[in-house]
């Protein structure tokens, strides 16, 4: 059965102090991954896909990087606006079906 | 519209009751999704669609649960006879293309947030 695990579950930063946040799984036949930002009270907000091992892809301040058992999303001088959960969903196939991870809270302080 | 319609916002059923939740997808897409998201959890898939075809519906919890496409545009997730565990958040997503195809992005809508009372 296909596992997905994010760690930490939440993470407290001071602003500028970088970090990054995990993302593992067990997933047959591992085709990708999406990384997503979700405001409370909001839907899911895209923000990578990756499709293959030592992939790499920025926006801004994160940068995501996939391996084939895990993904890191590095968070470099974060700010509070930051402040949001990730969530990370490998897929094998086709992605009709994605299995969420619960999620990393980060809480950026000024 | 600019992205992935979602109504009510904000839905509130006695125990029992039906509800309808509506989701205008992104014009054009194919690929339209339910999931339904707990508190404190990651989205949990329901059900997809390409166009009006219903192709995958593992994820409906229970025979409770019904949703249609029928002109392959607007999608609707009915749920009769609701009890307290139905209380969840409940995201449709579009996709422009079929979910074999590289490349995509899976578009979510703002949630329609359901409460069994």
């Known amino acids: 059965e296909d596992q997905v695990t994010q760690s930490p579950e939440a993470l407290r930063l001071q602003e500028g102090e970088s970090s990054s946040l995990n993302c593992s799984y067990t997933v047959s036949g591992l085709r990708g991954l999406f990384w997503y930002r979700q405001d409370p009270g909001k839907g899911p907000e895209f923000l990578f896909t990756l499709y293959s091992a030592g992939e790499e892809k920025e926006k801004e301040r994160l940068k995501a990087t996939l391996t084939k058992k895990e993904s890191f999303l590095h968070i470099t001088a974060p700010k509070p606006e930051d402040s949001a959960t990730y969530l990370c969903a490998p897929f094998s196939g086709g992605y009709n079906k994605l299995i969420f991870g619960a999620g990393t809270r980060l809480a950026v302080h000024p | 519209g600019a992205g992935v319609s979602q109504s009510p916002r904000y839905k509130v059923a006695k125990r029992g009751q039906d509800v309808a939740l509506r989701c205008d997808p992104i014009s054009g897409h194919v690929s339209l999704f339910w999931y339904q998201q707990a508190l404190g959890q990651g989205p949990e898939f329901l059900t997809y669609f390409q166009n009006e075809a219903q192709l995958d519906k593992s994820g409906l919890p229970s025979d409770r649960f019904f949703a249609e496409r029928p002109e392959g545009s607007v999608s609707t997730l009915k749920i009769q006879r609701t009890q307290q565990e139905d209380s969840a958040v409940y995201l449709c997503?579009?996709?422009?293309?079929?979910?074999?195809?590289?490349?995509?992005?899976?578009?979510f809508g703002e949630g329609s947030w359901l409460t069994v009372v």
């Open positions: 997503a579009s996709s422009s293309q079929k979910t074999e195809l590289s490349g995509n992005t899976i578009y």
